[in-house]
């Protein structure tokens, strides 16, 4: 029976020739960059051209990738999880025409295989309250320096970049080969005057994960033990009088090797390798300047089929500092000691049994 919640069955929405095929597919490959071929066990085929979009896009782009899907697919498409537009297109003589329209509009068509997809981003300073960081801005730069590397699968396998602008995380920054996670580095700035007036104290001590807030209800006011906080950012959820962000306090940190496939290894989360760079809007060189360095080195010494982090635990996380030329500071050593929490409590394949 059909509710008002959650979002319509999906079903509803396949072309024909994937409901007509539905779990029946034999083989795909990938033609050339952009464009998937799926073959069904029943002969039929689809194809797939994909597109590269920003995250943030207006109604009429909207109305424009509809027109064009329109004219070429039936008007069937749907976005991917980063960002990217595939036009799902069942006559192979419309590929051709469908490639060209995009390409004159100067919409990128790549992003699959061996290539540095669209980047998968958060808010930022756009829309969240708690960032440290923007997300569209540092995107753009970034993208716009690798943006060769979208359409020409020459890398040694699939790159993918994430951009979470707070360590709450929205963005996939725990699981993609390169990440770029903003971090706040100073604890919020109370202001009880405001507190009783627009706070719950009982409900901002105990958004608190460390303890670090301790709350006088007499007074409705909150002190913050500095020594206990870890910047978070949960307090400033629950209570507008506690902001953190900070020009000099916040930033960016980079982190490497996450990746959520399953070939040849497991899931694996990825590692911090520069604990900050400073917000430099509106082009981020330094942030923009690392991650060319990582895409660079690991283009030239990974060997083929090999993701960012396979590549780092073949050669050693040293030889990855040797080779970036990245500083080795304290705030690495819980990371890639021995006796880190993650490694022992964090299961990532779905083949380990209890
Ligand atoms: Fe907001 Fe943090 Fe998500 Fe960014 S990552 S949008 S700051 S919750
Ligand atoms: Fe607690 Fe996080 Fe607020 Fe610090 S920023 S006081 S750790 S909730």
Redesign the pocket.
């Known amino acids: 029976m059909p509710t008002d919640i959650g979002p319509p069955d999906f079903n509803q929405f396949l072309p024909p020739v994937i409901k007509e095929n539905y779990g029946k597919w034999k083989y795909h490959e990938i033609l050339e960059p952009g464009v998937l071929k799926h073959v069904g066990e029943s002969g039929d085929e689809l194809y797939t051209v994909r597109a590269g979009s920003g995250r943030l896009v207006s109604t009429d782009y909207i109305r424009d990738v509809c027109e064009i899907a329109d004219k070429y697919c039936d008007g069937y498409l749907r976005f991917t999880s980063r960002h990217n537009i595939e036009f799902l297109v069942s006559n192979k003589d419309n590929v051709a025409p469908l490639k060209k329209e995009l390409q004159e509009k100067g919409w990128p068509v790549g992003g699959t295989g061996r290539s540095i997809t669209s980047i998968v981003h958060t808010q930022g300073w756009i829309h969240c309250h708690t960032p440290a960081t923007d997300a569209s801005g540092i995107v753009k730069c970034v993208m716009d320096e690798l943006f060769d590397y979208f359409g020409d699968m020459s890398l040694p396998n699939h790159l993918r970049i994430a951009l979470a602008c707070c360590l709450n995380m929205c963005g996939a920054v725990h699981c993609s080969d390169i990440a770029i996670l903003g971090i ?1 580095r100073l ?2 700035k109370v202001d009880n005057e405001r507190v009783g007036k627009v706070c719950e104290v009982p409900s901002t001590v105990a ?4 303890g ?2 301790r709350g006088n209800m007499k007074d409705k006011t909150v002190t ?1 033990n500095e020594e ?9 959820t629950m209570c507008p009088a ?1 902001p ?1 962000a900070d020009p000099e306090g916040d930033g960016i940190s980079l982190w490497v090797g996450g990746k959520v496939s399953h070939a040849r290894s497991e899931p694996m989360f990825s590692k911090l390798v520069v604990p900050y760079l400073p917000n430099t809007p509106p082009r981020w060189p330094e942030t923009v300047g690392a991650i060319k360095k990582i895409v660079e080195v690991y283009a030239a010494n990974a060997r083929k089929y090999e993701r960012v982090g396979e590549w780092c635990e073949r050669i050693g996380w040293e030889k990855f500092f040797e080779l970036t030329e990245f500083p080795f500071l304290p705030q690495h050593i819980d990371d890639f000691s021995d006796g880190r929490v993650s490694n022992y409590s964090f299961r990532t394949a779905a083949t380990f049994k209890f």
């Open positions: 706040h604890p919020p958004a608190c994960p460390t670090a807030i913050v206990r906080c870890m910047y978070c950012g949960n307090c400033y506690m953190l």
